[in-house]
T-cell receptor, first 115, second 109 residues
């Protein structure tokens, strides 16, 4: 199994600013993902964080708005840039382990409020 | 396009009653189907997957390819089953998982 931690757990930010969310996994994982969960809605995949190369973004999400880094097998960051109130959401880090590749593990989430 | 549909946002049942959370999917190939659960103040976690055909916490789910469904069932609901349940699909061999909108199950005493 893999235990995922995220920092910060929550934040309140002003519009126009940027926030970087950190994701740390306690073991090596094959794939890392970032999801967004807007109030009352399901999880939407933002991108797959690739180690040592650019992230793979889903339709509707772009690198300029959500730059992602993954410098090694256990760590990734997601930045929410030039925030607006529409970016208020829970951001979830997720990973698939090398042992049980079918299961995805999730972090506790980062609750972001943009005022 | 891949899609997962959970038609019920909220399902309320009495303790001891049977429960069925519906999930339908749209995918042309061979998908992997999962149920994830999120209890209050806990993180999202895997409940079961169709390949294993196992029963977890009394829950089972059968993949019906003809009806493209993967409904989650439990014969006797317990109060501790109250949670948010998400049906999820990953296309065979792929790495992306997409989630349905979720169903909140509320089991009343």
């Amino acid at each position: 199994s893999a235990v995922i931690s995220q920092k910060p757990s929550r934040d309140i930010c002003q519009r126009g600013t940027s926030l970087t969310i950190q994701c740390q996994v306690d073991s090596q994982v094959t794939m890392m993902f970032w999801y967004r969960q807007q109030p009352g809605q399901s999880l939407t995949l933002i991108a797959t964080a690739n180690q040592g190369s650019e992230a793979t973004y889903e339709s509707g999400f772009v690198i300029d708005k959500f730059p992602i880094s993954r410098p090694n097998l256990t760590f990734s960051t997601l930045t929410v840039s030039n925030m607006s109130p529409e970016d208020s959401s829970i951001y979830l880090c997720s990973a698939r382990g090398v042992d049980n590749s079918y299961e995805q593990y999730f972090g506790p989430g980062t609750r972001l409020t943009v005022t | 396009a891949q899609r997962v549909t959970q038609p019920e946002k909220l399902l309320s049942v009495f303790k001891g009653a049977p429960v069925e959370l519906k999930c339908n999917y749209s995918y042309s190939g061979s998908p992997e189907l999962f149920w994830y659960v999120q209890y209050s103040r806990q993180r999202l976690q895997l409940l079961l997957r169709h390949i294993s055909r196992e029963s977890i916490k009394g829950f089972t789910a059968d993949l019906n390819k003809g009806e493209t469904s993967f409904h989650l069932k439990k014969p006797f609901a317990q109060e501790e089953d109250s949670a948010m349940y998400y049906c999820a699909l990953r296309h065979g061999g792929g790495f992306k998982t997409i989630f349905g909108a979720g169903t909140r199950l509320f089991v009343k005493a």
